[in-house]
């Protein structure tokens, strides 16, 4: 899709389960324009995500945590503690921010007011606990005003909870995003799905206007970091989805500027190097925070031609 936050305070939140030791005591900075992404802890076990693929990001998230109805956390895979020592252990000495990814899950109930404060504190205690940068929220997706004010609310409360240097994000989609401007204040910055998993979220002229609603809805340009697809979509749902990195490996893409393909039967959408370029670009020129894919593990290796990471990154810095 982001650990956080000074002598007498700092041992009361230790004793309390905070992050204060995890988090360090300045406010992280704010790069000029950052590229981040996403790992899943069973595919990075599997070998699926390239190391300079990883390496070329400034924010990592590890999609690892699942919220129970009762404000708990669930960790569905087992290796996700060993994949987040080795990963720790690749980026030590690097500027590169390693965040907790809390998705989906039981998130409506966990929000409630009756469970809040539980789920608020079992982040601030995983935090603490594993050493992250921060927390990345997926929570999919809020229709009613009931359901966007209570996982407002919850932002507030666990960046209260949390403090200023500890990384708190949300990740929106362009059909919900519609977050209290209390609890876009609160995070340090706001990702949007700008990507499927429906074909017509992959052009960059949706891309653009979704980016435009969102920020003309309130949500600061240098607050946004926009989504970006490094997956292909048959159009059926995620069901429909497939790595681009097969379609590579099959053969079907060798043209830098073709955003569509034919594979198995089956007409698939994607973003091919030349758009990734065009939407970074745009997004700079923008003023937008950065960019994020997903994911990590469905991209070539960072030394293959047709790397899509490769492609942002260069994007990014010319």
Request: with cysteine; glycine share 8%; hydrophobic share 40%.
């Amino acid at each position: 899709m982001d650990k956080w936050f000074l002598l007498t305070a700092g041992l009361v939140a230790l004793l309390l389960g905070g992050c204060f030791s995890s988090c360090g005591t300045t406010e992280a900075p704010v790069s000029s324009f950052s590229v981040g992404s996403y790992i899943r802890p069973q595919f990075y076990s599997a070998g699926r995500v390239d190391e300079e693929n990883m390496l070329a990001c400034q924010d990592l998230i590890l999609f690892a945590a699942e919220p129970k109805g009762n404000g708990e956390l669930y960790f569905k895979f087992e290796v996700w503690e060993e994949v987040n020592r080795k990963i720790r252990q690749k980026l030590e000495h690097k500027n590169i921010h390693l965040r907790l990814g809390v998705h989906h899950g039981d998130w409506r109930s966990a929000c409630r007011e009756e469970y809040r404060s539980r789920f608020v504190e079992a982040v601030a205690r995983t935090i603490a606990d594993y050493g992250f940068d921060g927390v990345d929220l997926d929570f999919e997706w809020p229709s009613t005003a009931e359901e966007y004010a209570d996982y407002s609310a919850t932002i507030v409360a666990l960046k209260a909870r949390l403090g200023k240097t500890c990384l708190l994000s949300v990740s929106l989609h362009p059909t919900a995003y519609r977050i209290s401007p209390e609890a876009i204040r609160a995070v340090n910055w706001i990702s949007l799905q700008c990507y499927g998993p429906r074909p017509l979220r992959f052009s960059f002229e949706k891309f653009e206007s979704d980016v435009k609603e969102a920020i003309q809805y309130g949500i600061p340009a240098d607050k946004l970091v926009a989504g970006l697809p490094f997956y292909a979509t048959a159009g059926r749902g995620v069901e429909g989805t497939v790595a681009y990195r097969q379609l590579v490996e099959a053969g079907v893409v060798v043209d830098p500027t073709v955003n569509q393909t034919m594979w198995n039967g089956s007409r698939y959408t994607f973003n091919g190097q030349c758009t990734l370029r065009q939407k970074v670009k745009w997004a700079r020129r923008m003023g937008l925070r950065g960019v994020m894919s997903w994911d990590l593990a469905t991209d070539c290796a960072y030394s293959h031609p047709q790397s899509l990471q490769r492609a942002v990154v260069e994007a990014a810095i010319e």
